[in-house]
Nanobody
Framework: QVQLVESGGGLVQPGESLRLACTASGRFLNIYATDWYRQPPGKQRELVAAISRGGSTTYADSVKGRFTISIDNAKKSVYLHMNSLRPEDTAVYSC???????????????WGQGTQVTVSS
């Protein structure tokens, strides 16, 4: 069983930065893909950034050039680095992580618990 714990959210002023982390524990071989989503207050959840199994990254137009997604298997973690934050980035951010469980190709996918990011002056 794999567990995910998110961290790094908080209250920041416009223009500041945050780094969100999603750390996995349990038995697995590696993290091979991940997505970060966010749900602003009163709005639908949206995809913010993703790393595919092949390693390619995609970003929502609204965060391109400001956010960076990454995987660090040595730390069993995925990250979302957020720079130049804006009030419209305020949302609950959630990670979705895909892990390889064994040499037979068994995979597991799960969600973090979500973390609040508030950007306000």
């Amino acid at each position: 069983q794999v567990q995910l714990v998110e961290s790094g959210g908080g209250l920041v002023q416009p223009g500041e930065s945050l780094r969100l982390a999603c750390t996995a524990s349990g038995r697995f071989l590696n993290i091979y893909a991940t997505d970060w989503y966010r749900q602003p207050p009163g709005k639908q959840r949206e995809l913010v950034a993703a790393i595919s199994r092949g390693g390619s990254t995609t970003y929502a137009d609204s965060v391109k050039g400001r956010f960076t997604i990454s995987i660090d298997n040595a730390k069993k973690s995925v990250y979302l680095h957020m720079n130049s934050l804006r009030p419209e980035d305020t949302a609950v951010y959630s990670c979705n992580v895909d892990t390889l469980l064994d040499d037979y190709g068994t995979t597991w996918s799960g969600w973090g618990q979500g973390t609040q990011v508030t950007v306000s002056s």
